[in-house]
């Protein structure tokens, strides 16, 4: 089971990339190429803690203290490395701005460029890997470069304003840039920091109507979030079933939403409820196989 499981989430969280995981060694002094395996570990101990050890609610994933670090990664988090050897468990403080595996170099280093952050490759993540949102690509002849940092736009928050000035852009960008900012305390490896170019980061924004300070407000903000959940369900049945859902499984999603909060999000719980449902054991007629939006 524990396989199955770590299986799942490092398809979901495409945890596969990390294998490619490269930094600019000159501006990132931290990073070497075992930094991706040892971030993968993290996340997957993480999961398996939530998931196995403690049953806990799916929502803590984005917003735990809890992780398992090797001596390299406490490097990287500027913590004490809690084992020699391997990983080992290490709690960050509860008024940091580091909270589950948004604050993880899984995310925040993999979500970033060689040489510096991304707000938009952030965004993008969340949007859809926890919110389940499509966001489409950019038109083939759309500049997606963002400016060098200057004088009057030394931060990223200032030098992604290009993107809304441009209407072909913004419908999109507002969906991944306002929330990718947020995470902007932590660098393109995902150690942590106040300035860029000596100028104080802005980390606020808002979801959804919702305003957040900082990254761990933000991931306070998606645990109330109802499709979070939501997008959980939504993945494990398409993993399960081994297609996307079409629109005569609407009722199976809607079911097993609710059954799912019923049960407290323990995603074992959500296992079994997947595998029980007909959804799972029976086919659809033919003329139901319109995929829904």
């Not at 570990?41 to 994933?61: K, P, Q, S, W």
């Given at each position: 089971?524990?396989?199955?499981?770590?299986?799942?989430?490092?398809?979901?969280?495409?945890?596969?990339?990390?294998?490619?995981?490269?930094?600019?060694?000159?501006?990132?002094?931290?990073?070497?190429?075992?930094?991706?395996?040892?971030?993968?570990?993290?996340?997957?101990?993480?999961?398996?803690?939530?998931?196995?050890?403690?049953?806990?609610?799916?929502?803590?994933?984005?917003?735990?203290?809890?992780?398992?670090?090797?001596?390299?990664?406490?490097?990287?988090?500027?913590?004490?490395?809690?084992?020699?050897?391997?990983?080992?468990?290490?709690?960050?403080?509860?008024?940091?701005?580091?909270?589950?595996?948004?604050?993880?170099?899984?995310?925040?280093?993999?979500?970033?460029?060689a040489?510096?952050?991304?707000?938009?490759?952030?965004?993008?993540?969340?949007?859809?890997?926890?919110?389940?949102?499509?966001?489409?690509?950019?038109?083939?002849?759309?500049?997606?470069a963002?400016?060098?940092?200057?004088?009057?736009?030394?931060t990223?928050?200032?030098?992604?304003?290009?993107?809304?000035?441009?209407?072909?852009?913004?419908?999109?960008?507002?969906?991944?840039?306002?929330?990718?900012?947020?995470?902007?305390?932590?660098?393109?490896?995902?150690?942590?920091?106040?300035?860029?170019?000596?100028?104080?980061?802005?980390?606020?924004g808002?979801?959804?109507?919702?305003?957040?300070?900082?990254?761990?407000?933000?991931?306070?903000?998606l645990?109330?979030?109802?499709?979070?959940?939501?997008?959980?369900?939504?993945?494990?049945?398409r993993?399960?079933?081994?297609?996307?859902?079409?629109?005569?499984?609407?009722?199976?999603l809607?079911?097993?939403?609710?059954?799912?909060?019923?049960?407290?999000?323990?995603?074992?719980?959500?296992?079994?409820?997947?595998?029980?449902?007909?959804?799972?054991r029976?086919a659809?007629?033919?003329?139901?196989?319109?995929?829904?939006e």
């Amino acid at each position: 089971a524990r396989g199955g499981v770590r299986a799942f989430f490092a398809d979901m969280l495409r945890l596969a990339e990390l294998e490619q995981l490269n930094k600019d060694p000159v501006v990132y002094v931290h990073f070497s190429p075992e930094v991706g395996q040892s971030a993968r570990e993290e996340t997957l101990l993480g999961v398996e803690h939530l998931v196995f050890d403690r049953r806990a609610d799916y929502r803590e994933f984005l917003t735990t203290r809890t992780s398992f670090v090797d001596r390299q990664l406490a490097s990287i988090y500027n913590v004490p490395a809690p084992t020699l050897l391997g990983h080992g468990q290490v709690e960050f403080p509860s008024g940091g701005l580091r909270a589950g595996f948004l604050g993880q170099v899984s995310f925040l280093g993999l979500q970033a460029h060689a040489a510096s952050s991304s707000a938009t490759l952030r965004g993008k993540f969340v949007r859809e890997v926890f919110l389940c949102a499509a966001i489409p690509p950019p038109p083939a002849n759309a500049n997606t470069a963002i400016p060098e940092a200057t004088e009057a736009a030394p931060t990223l928050r200032d030098r992604v304003l290009v993107h809304f000035e441009n209407p072909t852009c913004r419908s999109c960008h507002q969906l991944m840039d306002p929330m990718g900012l947020a995470f902007e305390n932590f660098d393109g490896i995902g150690r942590f920091r106040t300035t860029e170019n000596d100028t104080r980061i802005d980390p606020s924004g808002s979801l959804n109507g919702t305003y957040f300070e900082d990254a761990a407000a933000l991931a306070e903000v998606l645990y109330e979030e109802p499709d979070v959940p939501r997008c959980l369900v939504r993945t494990m049945y398409r993993y399960a079933t081994g297609h996307v859902e079409v629109t005569g499984e609407t009722a199976e999603l809607r079911a097993l939403t609710d059954a799912f909060a019923s049960v407290q999000y323990d995603v074992l719980e959500l296992m079994r409820l997947v595998a029980m449902r007909p959804g799972f054991r029976t086919a659809l007629p033919p003329d139901s196989t319109e995929e829904t939006e």
